[in-house]
């Protein structure tokens, strides 16, 4: 991320009480930074998941007014270097953003290895229900395997430790090729992958993604 972005995120962290948000002005008097550089700054991290804006009681949202997400958390943690990536070229295939696909690309980029228990721990909140998380299992265990077949990530050799007696453990997977930041999209009719930072697209064996 920017030194702007790392700025406003550090500032956030710092300042914010725990079931609040912190307004734009604390921000900018908090960093130095001008009014406008905040803003901005501040549009691009909620576009991107690492911040998001406060809302009211009736899903209102407070003007000016944000706080860390858990992939925001994460990224300050592990000490993320990221920087803003090309837009997917027009006719090309296009993610829905902050999708958790997309989120889930964001926090292998930061990590480096997951499995897929990790990550639902960070994109998932507290109080989601059980079939909504399992069919986040199953959307990032697809897309795992196709990232595995596509080159992006390996499976470790080792899992994790088992949680009961009849687990053998989750699956860790290592990111072996970061392109950028937007995630690649698979394309199974055609059997293809399309990285959207590097603009092209790739054929590839795939079962399924």
Not at 39 to 49: F, I, M, Q, R, Y
Not at 139 to 148: A, D, G, H, I, M
Request: hydrophobic share 35%; glycine share 8%; net charge positive.
């Amino acid at each position: 991320m920017t030194w702007t972005s790392q700025a406003v995120m550090e500032a956030v962290k710092a300042l914010v009480c725990p079931k609040g948000c912190v307004k734009h002005a604390a921000i900018v008097k908090h960093t130095g930074l001008k009014a406008r550089q905040v803003a901005d700054a501040c549009a691009k991290l909620v576009s991107h998941g690492y911040l998001e804006r406060q809302l009211y009681a009736d899903d209102t949202v407070k003007p000016g007014c944000y706080r860390l997400t858990a992939l925001g958390q994460a990224a300050l943690e592990e000490g993320a270097k990221l920087i803003s990536g090309p837009k997917a070229p027009t006719g090309k295939p296009k993610v829905v953003v902050n999708s958790l696909r997309d989120r889930a690309w964001r926090v292998l980029r930061i990590r480096r290895k997951a499995s897929v228990p990790e990550l639902l721990g960070v994109l998932l909140d507290a109080g989601t229900e059980e079939g909504d998380i399992r069919r986040a299992q199953n959307n990032l265990q697809k897309y795992l395997r196709f990232l595995c077949r596509a080159g992006y990530l390996s499976e470790m050799r080792h899992r994790e430790a088992p949680q009961s007696s009849t687990s053998n453990g989750a699956k860790r997977y290592l990111l072996l090729r970061d392109t950028g930041p937007l995630p690649p999209v698979p394309q199974v009719a055609s059997g293809t992958v399309f990285d959207q930072n590097e603009g092209k697209q790739y054929d590839i064996a795939l079962e399924r993604a």
